[in-house]
Each structure stands twice: as structure tokens, then as C-alpha cells.
């Protein structure tokens, strides 16, 4: 079992692959890669989208208005960002910020599903239709489904999925967004709940031992399998 520093320096891994990401077109038209950002430990985790012109420009998820309003959603439950950990599905913005294409989301969701892992959140937040029916592998919309956890395996980590409304789609809505605050206040009695049980990890198969062969000297990357 990994102890909190190591999970929160394998994630710093993690960050320092993801700048470098060149598996899909869009590092040809980024600013910058929007990791996702707030505390490694934290029990509640946030998922939407895709970055932003100002997310992309500064390198932080949601910081224009829907981020405020976040902000001040987690305000009114007693907490803030430092308490809770923001991503979104892609780490780089699509051009005029379009729908993710599935080939993007394809090439992102390890890094996606490696967050998840390291993070260990009780809740995962999915904010809006986008993220909703790609974590859960389902086209129910968000309107039949907000404010209804129910407990799903995000990568390799079961956790209770509490879909949400997107904050940008509250900004101008009084109904939507008093739906949202309705759902955001019931936050705090599902992290009461704690971690659903995790799978049972499966032991590789070990494969037969085979002969040792006598090799040339390699270098030490290659040796450590970096290659």
C-alpha cells in the first residue's frame, strides 16, 4: 500500500508526462497542459470537460466565471479548493472550444484514470453531460441523472459517481442553478459514507521461467526497462 508521499510524487510523474504529451494533435494548437490542480489526498474529486481559452492560458481548470461559482458552491458546504482535486477528461483544449473528438479522449483517459488511482477520492464529481456520459459509459443526460450517486469503477478504483450539473450552464439558469446547490449540499453526508469496497487486484500469471542468456553490457536506462 502506498503511503501519501509516495502516491502524491507518483503524481507529480504523472504531471511531468502529461506536459510532454504529443499523442494527439492537440499539443499542436495548446497553450499550455491543464493537468487539473488542488490537494492529492483529497476525498472529493471534480471532472469536467476539457480546458478552456483562460484554463489553457493559465494552466489551471476552471478559472473563469463557472470557476467562482464552484467556488463558492464548495464555500457554502465549508470548503475550497485546497480541499478537493479539479480535472477534466482532456488535458488540452480543443480548438474553439469544440466537443472532444474520441480519438483525444482516448489518448488522455490514462492519464485520467492514473489521477483517479493516485488521488484515492471517495466521490468523484462528474460537472455537466460531457463527463457524465463518459464515465459512465452512457448516454443518460445530466438532467435525469444529477444529484444521483451510485457507485462505478473509474479506472481501477470504484468510487460513488455523483453527477452535477456544469456550473457554466447555472451561471445565467436560477432553476439549474438551484438544482446544483440542492445537489452540492448533499456533499458532505456521501464523503461521510467513506471509500466503497475497491476491486480485488489480480495476481499476473507468472510465465515459465526461461533459460539465462548471456548479453552484452546495456545502458543503464535500458537495464531499468526506460526505455
Keep these: 500500500m502506498r503511503s501519501a508521499s509516495e502516491r502524491r510524487e507518483l503524481l507529480k510523474g504523472v504531471y511531468d508526462e502529461a506536459r510532454g504529451c504529443i499523442a494527439c494533435q492537440l499539443h499542436e494548437t495548446r497553450t499550455t ?3 487539473g490542480a488542488g490537494n492529492a489526498d483529497a476525498d472529493l474529486m471534480f471532472i469536467g470537460e476539457a480546458p478552456g481559452a ?9 478559472v473563469g466565471q463557472a470557476g467562482k461559482l464552484l ?37 488522455c483517459q490514462e492519464y485520467l484514470f492514473r489521477q483517479v488511482d493516485l488521488i484515492e477520492p471517495v466521490v468523484i464529481c462528474t460537472l455537466g453531460n460531457f463527463s ?34 456544469h456550473p457554466a ?13 440542492a445537489d452540492f449540499h448533499r456533499l458532505p453526508e456521501l464523503l461521510a459514507l467513506g471509500a466503497p469496497p475497491q476491486p480485488t487486484p489480480i495476481d499476473p500469471v507468472p510465465e515459465p521461467a526461461e533459460p ?3 548479453s552484452p553490457a546495456l545502458p543503464q536506462a535500458q537495464q531499468l526497462g526506460l526505455f
Aim: contains cysteine; negative net charge; aromatic residues 8%.
Design 33 to 35: 497542459v491543464v493537468f
Design 54 to 62: 483562460n484554463e489553457d492560458r493559465m494552466g489551471l481548470p476552471f
Design 71 to 107: 467556488d463558492r458552491l464548495l464555500g457554502e458546504i465549508e470548503m475550497d479548493r485546497k480541499d478537493v482535486f479539479i480535472a477534466n477528461t482532456l488535458k488540452c483544449r480543443p480548438p474553439d472550444n469544440r466537443d472532444p473528438y474520441p480519438h483525444e479522449l482516448e489518448a
Design 132 to 165: 457524465t456520459k463518459l464515465l459512465r459509459g452512457d448516454a443518460t443526460g445530466i438532467s435525469r441523472l444529477h444529484g444521483q450517486p451510485e457507485l462505478r469503477e473509474v479506472g481501477p478504483r470504484t468510487v460513488r459517481l455523483y453527477p452535477l450539473y
Design 169 to 181: 450552464a447555472a451561471l445565467y439558469t436560477p432553476s439549474t442553478l438551484e438544482a446544483l446547490r
Design 212 to 214: 539465462a542468456l548471456e
